[in-house]
């Protein structure tokens, strides 16, 4: 499994606020090379099955529905200690935590509708990244 490689995606928040271009360069300029790359949109059910490890709490339906709202760019990020590295950048889960210059501070204004996606783990970068792109999408 890889250990050099995470998984974003530019959420529906941050493209209809027009932040799509700062936040892929935050992200090549922090160090991430990028192996894929996709403009789409989720329907509630791809949304649901993404996020089905949350499925038991609270805001799983408030998820859903704000990750099926509209267009996202997913993306696949190469870097050495890449899932570490990516959470350090986009900074805490709500942006009133995250630290000052990471992209969830600069560009996030809630915890629900927080600007990017960040892999946890190795395991779940691959997994997201094989939800999105074949080995052909890949580069
Ligand atoms: N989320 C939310 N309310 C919460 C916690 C999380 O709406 O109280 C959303 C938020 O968009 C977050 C996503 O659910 O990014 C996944 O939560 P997780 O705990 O995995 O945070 P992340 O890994 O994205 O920092
Ligand atoms: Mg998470």
Do not use: C, W
């Not at 949109?41 to 529905?65: C, D, I, N, Q, T």
């Not at 709202?69 to 009133?96: C, H, M, W």
């Amino acid at each position: 499994m890889a250990t050099n490689r995470t998984f974003t995606m530019i959420k529906p928040d941050a493209v209809a606020n027009g932040h799509v271009g700062a936040i892929l360069d935050d992200m090549i300029k922090g160090g991430f090379k990028i192996v894929a790359m996709k403009y789409t949109k989720l329907s509630p059910e791809m949304a649901g099955k993404f996020y089905a490890v949350h499925k038991e709490r609270g805001f799983f339906g408030e998820l859903v529905e704000f990750m099926s709202s509209g267009p996202i760019v997913a993306a696949i990020l190469e870097k050495d200690n890449a899932v570490e590295d990516f959470r350090k950048l986009i900074g805490a889960t709500d942006p009133a935590k995250a630290e000052p210059g990471t992209i969830r501070n600069k560009y996030a204004k809630s915890i629900d509708a927080n600007a990017v996606h960040g892999s946890d783990s190795d395991e779940n970068a691959a997994i997201e990244g094989s939800f999105y792109f074949t080995a052909f999408e890949q580069f």
